[in-house]
């Protein structure tokens, strides 16, 4: 797949050693061969569209473009570098006013006072009939090129030759003119009635040949379209630079050997190209695209050139005619796929004037917008360029459905998009070509495809334009004679003030697929699950799913949930970087920030978002000080017509870093959530809540934040076979690790969701690596090669949470006993909702590894008692060989190890509070050295612990008779991981102190060696 440049101002050098050869065939002798290294500039505009004048896009601040600004660069340029030609991509002289006055008069007049070099003819430089295009062809000081197009009876068009060749800098350059084979669909078919245009492809073929020995470069004109102008650099050989228009896109290329350019449209930049060639060959380049901008002075000689030209239209065309009470969108992108008021008014006007039963209007015969104020003329015939005129036909039903099949035919916006009066259409561009009309109805009632209707259009359709051929054998009830534009102008006038809207005429039915991952906690590598045969996870693999899905060709939206960016030695030794790598690699469109995303601090957090290619969102984060959010809160993306909002809500960060202690706190996530989908109702078409709150928050915030449409969830780990319903909104979530994604396929017409699918898809050994993927994966392990290290050696495995429990824990945990208990524990938020799914991998009880690690740290810090967090220690270790990485999967938080000195009250205080959630496990549960207790999970919570003693170390769990009470004046010494003094513990006391290792330190020399 070739790589595809698009910017307001960028810069590519790439050599091309021997590989871009000049316009002949290998052993053809080359007129400059043994000439040293010469410097070509290729300065190129293209669909200018009568953009003679500075413009002012829509909505935007202030008036680009201007040919006389224009001249002032190109001028500066020749001065720099005499080596220069200016080419022009075609559609050139129709589209203003300013250049429809004169019929294109004013714009070659311009172009001659600048001094282009060669121009290709576009399909709308026939728009004035041909008598008009010759006119301007013989005014023009340089030659309208048209290489693929001849007369009918064979003969060739004299005033559009095929090429010509000029000499720069001591070489001879050759240039080819092609114009599009569309062209009779795309200008009035009446135009050009009496030509023909050829295969570009074999006429280019045919004039290489022909030049190819006579020039040392050849560069071709191509307005052509995409996917004719890379059949030609394809097939033919020997072009070195192929100056590209029609397609309005701003584009640097490179297809095969030859460097494509394209400068978009309306003379918003200059094109540079700077060729170094050598023995005809070219050997670098270096292209930029130059913005035109009010900062540029004007040419002075240019200006005097159009001003007589201004001065007349101005005359005419300053009348107001009436005011605009709304803005008229007629934005390019707009009126070419979708309803708009001002399609609607165009419409409405045709269907009156003709006294139609509905009318059909092509977008592409609307040009332009209009702002909220008065309408003068002149934005009249601006809107409304061409001189078209309003026909009445009878058409049957049938044909009405062919029309509006015609119109929304092509997989990318065209001109041939149906505006309609009188009527109503959905549509799926989803489904195959020529079968994408649902419905439509005719004065509210469904289309009968046998009855004939009356139907207004304009006479470039009724021709047969735009592909609209079944319009040019109806019969003809009515041709008024006037021009589209002095009809709108007419209504105008008469109406005095307008305010069309968008009715709901046009509906679209809209498919998107979201894929989403949560909590990957660093996984970039596959890893082993000792309950499962073979690896799971690995962004490489997850690269190819997401691959392959958009290759199905529907609209992807890739989204994840927090919790990413830390978690393994690979991800804590590059601060994850190549979590952040790979996610641009696979292109990730947003990500929630998650509180483990804190765990470094704020300063890599920052740096990592400057790297990634995709935002860190998250809405309710703040400075704790100001109140400033230290990220943006949401994101709107546009996918297949359907505007998404992507908001997001974070959990309280992990204040384990002085950047973060005191300085970062959380907004209540519902209040934000309610501040934000109101703000951006109306905005939107879909809210989407990319949450790490957790599962529970979530569902409170889909019941208090109404107008949510969807949750992707993270945070809790949680594995949902099936999406939530809560509310209006659905919750879903994978688990964790990325050992499935999840992949939603929404159904959507008119912005509103109607049908969703959702289905996990696994993560494992089936799947392919992605090759770029993998290789950033394998350059992050190759640079810590120490991860690798075995430290130990595991007899069995040991669970992070156990899978199999004793006869009294299962009847404990079984469902009908936990679901009172889990409605008491939730009531206060949640009473009245069904019970979810436990977390699988937090504790509810004493585990092997649990043992391991609190006897590491006791025995590490020669302490009394050991205590630790549950929800801490992430993930087992299987049989066999533990490395350093391992390690980091285990335990993979920066925490040193704290001493302190508290009372036996305390400690049971701890113990309560780990036991307070049971029987929903909870990362609060406490695995302890030194120390054995009961508890009972009935009572409420601060009552369960019931025994507690103080032993040798022991790897099993031994409840023994309970201790007396305890007294408030015992002291034991009890060594902690720092972040248990972070958490809503009771409150130490006595003497405490920080003890030098990491607890994962402590683990290394605690693990059994073989």
């Known amino acids: 797949m070739h790589k595809r440049i698009a910017s307001v101002i960028m810069a590519a050098v790439l050599l091309v050693s021997g590989l871009m050869v000049a316009g002949c065939p290998p052993e053809a002798p080359v007129p400059g061969e043994g000439v040293g290294p010469t410097t070509i500039t290729i300065l190129h505009t293209g669909d200018l569209h009568g953009r003679l004048e500075p413009f002012k896009p829509w909505k935007a601040e202030e008036y680009i473009g201007g040919i006389a600004r224009i001249a002032t660069l190109v001028n500066q340029i020749r001065d720099e570098q005499p080596n220069t030609i200016l080419l022009d991509a075609g559609d050139t002289i129709h589209g203003t006013n300013l250049a429809n006055l004169s019929k294109g008069e004013s714009v070659i007049a311009a172009m001659n006072a600048i001094g282009y070099t060669a121009m290709v003819v576009g399909n709308h430089d026939f728009n004035y009939e041909l008598g008009v295009l010759q006119e301007r062809a013989e005014q023009a000081e340089f030659p309208i090129l048209g ?33 599009t084979t569309y062209t009779p669909i795309v200008t009035h078919p009446r135009n050009v009635e009496d030509l023909e245009f050829l295969d570009p492809v074999t006429v280019t073929r045919e004039i290489v040949e022909q030049i190819g020995p006579q020039v040392d470069l050849i560069v071709l004109l191509a307005h052509i379209g995409t996917a004719e102008e890379e059949a030609v650099l394809r097939e033919v050989p020997g072009i070195a630079v192929s100056v590209s228009g029609h397609t309005h896109e701003q584009r640097v290329d490179q297809i095969g050997n030859v460097i494509l350019v394209d400068s978009a449209e309306y003379g918003k930049v200059l094109g540079r190209l700077d060729i170094v060639v050598e023995n005809g060959v070219v050997t670098s380049f270096h292209h930029g695209f130059l913005p035109i901008t009010p900062a540029i002075e004007e040419d002075a000689a240019v200006n005097a050139v159009i001003t007589p030209y201004r001065e007349a239209l101005q005359a005419e065309l300053a009348e107001v005619i009436g005011e605009a009470e709304v803005a008229l969108d007629g934005e390019r992108a707009d009126i070419r796929s979708k309803e708009t008021n001002l399609g609607n008014l165009v419409a409405d006007v045709i269907r009156e004037r003709a006294g139609a039963d509905i009318a059909i209007q092509n977008g592409g015969g609307i040009r332009a917008s209009i702002d909220v104020g008065p309408i003068t003329l002149e934005e009249i015939f601006t809107v409304l360029p061409f001189d078209n005129y309003v026909v009445a036909l009878e058409l049957t039903g049938e044909a009405i459905w062919q029309a509006l099949e015609n119109g929304v035919s092509d997989e990318s916006p065209t001109g041939a998009f149906p505006q309609v009066s009188g009527m109503t259409f959905t549509f799926d561009p989803a489904r195959p070509s020529g079968d994408r009309v649902v419905e439509v109805t005719i004065g509210g009632t469904p289309l009968e495809l046998d009855r004939t209707y009356i139907v207004a259009t304009n006479d470039f359709l009724s021709g047969g334009g735009d592909k609209y051929t079944m319009l040019k054998e109806a019969k003809v009830v009515l041709e008024t004679g006037d021009f589209l534009r002095d009809a709108v102008a007419a209504y105008i006038r008469e109406k005095g003030k307008i305010h069309p809207v968008v009715e709901g005429r046009i509906k679209i039915i809209s498919h998107l697929t979201i894929l989403h991952t949560n909590d990957l906690h660093g996984r970039a590598a596959p890893f082993d699950r000792p309950d499962v045969t073979g690896t799971v996870g690995g962004l490489a693999r997850i690269a190819t799913v997401i691959n392959e899905i958009r290759a199905e060709g529907q609209p992807v939206l890739v989204l994840d949930s927090g919790d990413t960016l830390h978690g393994t030695g690979i991800a804590h030794y590059t601060q994850g970087l190549v979590m952040i790598e790979a996610m641009n690699a696979i292109g990730y469109d947003a990500m929630v920030v998650g509180n483990h995303e804190f765990n470094w601090g704020l300063t890599p957090l920052f740096a990592s978002q400057e790297t990634a290619t995709f935002p860190f969102l998250s809405a309710n984060l703040v400075y704790t000080e100001t109140g400033e959010r230290l990220f943006a809160p949401y994101k709107i993306i546009e996918r297949a017509g359907v505007r998404i909002g992507i908001l997001a809500v974070s959990a309280t960060p992990n204040l384990q870093h002085d950047e973060v202690i005191g300085i970062v706190s959380r907004r209540h996530p ?44 993270g945070h809790t780990h949680f594995l949902l076979t099936e999406p939530l319903q809560i509310g209006g909104a659905l919750i879903v979530e994978n688990g964790w690790l990325g050992e499935q994604i999840g992949r939603l396929d929404m159904t959507i017409e008119d912005g509103e969701l109607i049908a969703i699918e959702h289905r996990l898809i696994r993560i494992d050994d089936s799947i392919a690596h992605d090759p770029d993927v993998e290789a950033i994966v394998a350059a992050a392990y190759a640079d810590n090669p120490h991860l690798q290290e075995i430290v130990g050696y595991a007899v069995d495995h040991l669970e992070s949470s156990p899978f199999v429990l004793t006869p009294a824990a299962k009847a404990l945990l079984d469902r009908a006993q936990l ?37 590491s740290i006791r025995l590490s810090a020669a302490a009394d008692i050991a205590i630790v967090h549950s929800g801490w220690i992430r993930e087992g270790i299987a049989k066999g060989a533990i490395t350093k990485g391992d390690i980091f999967r285990i335990y993979p938080f920066d925490m040193p190890i704290l001493v302190h000195s508290l009372t036996g009250v305390q400690i049971v205080q701890l113990l309560e509070r780990g036991v307070a959630a049971i029987p929903v496990p909870e990362g609060g549960f406490l695995q302890v050295s030194g120390l054995r207790f009961s508890f009972n999970p009935l009572p409420r919570r601060a009552e369960r612990v019931e025994a507690y003693t103080s032993t040798e170390w022991s790897l099993s769990w031994i409840v023994l008779t309970p201790w007396p009470a305890p007294s408030s004046s015992m002291v034991s010494l009890c060594v902690t991981p720092e972040y248990l003094c972070g958490m809503p513990w009771p409150t130490t006391s006595g003497h405490t102190h920080r003890f030098p290792p990491r607890l994962r330190a402590g683990l290394y020399y605690r693990l059994p060696h073989e």
Do not use: C, W
Request: proline share 6%.
């Open 819 to 855: 679901e009172p208990l889990i409605a008491a524990v939730l009531q206060d938020v949640l009473a009245g909702t069904v019970v979810l799914p436990l977390r699988a991998t937090d504790s509810s009880q004493e585990t092997a590894l649990g043992n391991i690690v609190a006897d």
């Open 147 to 179: 290489a693929n197009v001849q007369y009918k009876i064979g003969e060739p068009v004299p005033f559009l030759p095929p090429h010509t060749i000029v000499e720069v800098g001591g070489l001879k350059i050759g240039i080819i003119g092609l114009v």
């Open 670 to 713: 519902v209040e934000v959530a309610q501040e934000f989908v109101a703000a951006l109702q109306g905005e939107v078409d879909l809210m989407i809540v990319l949450s790490h709150l957790g599962h529970f928050e979530d569902r409170t915030v889909a019941m208090f934040a109404p107008g949510i449409d969807l949750i992707l969830s």
